[in-house]
T-cell receptor, first 112, second 115 residues
């Protein structure tokens, strides 16, 4: 059974720092891995999607990497800003199913 | 603008009552999903539908029911059999499993509480 784990559960950093969020998964038979952002009381916004054949994806100050064989992904946020404060969730889409399996998220606070 | 609309934003349920959460999308997506999110946790799949008039149970379907009579709509009913319904409910859609390079899109959720 696939399990997705995100560490740390919460993170507080000063503005301007570069930071890394971690996501690990137990079953490497995935179609893709997705990173989402969730603001309080809101739905999820897709940030980056990495296909199983890819190693990384970039969008602006965000870079996500995928090491499928070791079951790990990282989300790198450069030059963090207070507006980056949110919960970040990773999810994997399995080869053999029609669903995303989510981690429990990392709650990020960027202090001015 | 294309997107997913969930209503109502807040909903209260009395003991023994069924309540229905609405989800409408104008993205022309084939697939739609319902998730439940409890505080500090990730999302768990309740039901999903890959095409009109077809839907499948997810991981926590007990106490819930759905219908998919139209492509744009995927309402979720929380029945009285669901003993712990207090949660944040999220609806999502996607182009479908054939398009694995496309992300899911989410609505803004409905927060359900017990009176």
């Amino acid at each position: 059974k696939q399990e997705v784990t995100q560490i740390p559960a919460a993170l507080s950093v000063p503005e301007g720092e570069n930071l890394v969020l971690n996501c690990s998964f137990t079953d490497s038979a995935i179609y893709n891995l997705q990173w989402f952002r969730q603001d309080p009381g809101k739905g999820l916004t897709s940030l980056l999607l990495i296909q199983s054949s890819q190693r990384e994806q970039t969008s602006g100050r965000l870079n996500a990497s995928l090491d499928k064989s070791s079951g790990r992904s990282t989300l790198y946020i450069a030059a963090s800003q207070p507006g980056d404060s949110a919960t970040y969730l990773c999810a994997v889409w399995m080869d053999s199913s029609y669903k995303l399996i989510f981690g429990s998220g990392t709650r990020l606070l960027v202090r001015p | 603008d294309g997107g997913i609309t969930q209503s109502p934003k807040y909903l209260f349920r009395k003991e023994g009552q069924n309540v229905t959460l609405s989800c409408e999308q104008n993205l022309n997506h084939d697939a739609m999903y319902w998730y439940r999110q409890d505080p500090g946790q990730g999302l768990r799949l309740i039901y999903y539908s890959q095409i009109v008039n077809d839907f499948q149970k997810g991981d926590i379907a007990e106490g819930y029911s759905v219908s998919r009579e139209k492509k744009e709509s995927f309402p979720l009913t929380v029945t009285s059999a669901q003993k712990n319904p207090t949660a944040f409910y999220l609806c999502a859609s996607s182009m479908g499993q054939r398009y694995s390079n496309q992300p899911q899109h989410f609505g803004d959720g409905t927060r359900l509480s017990i009176l």
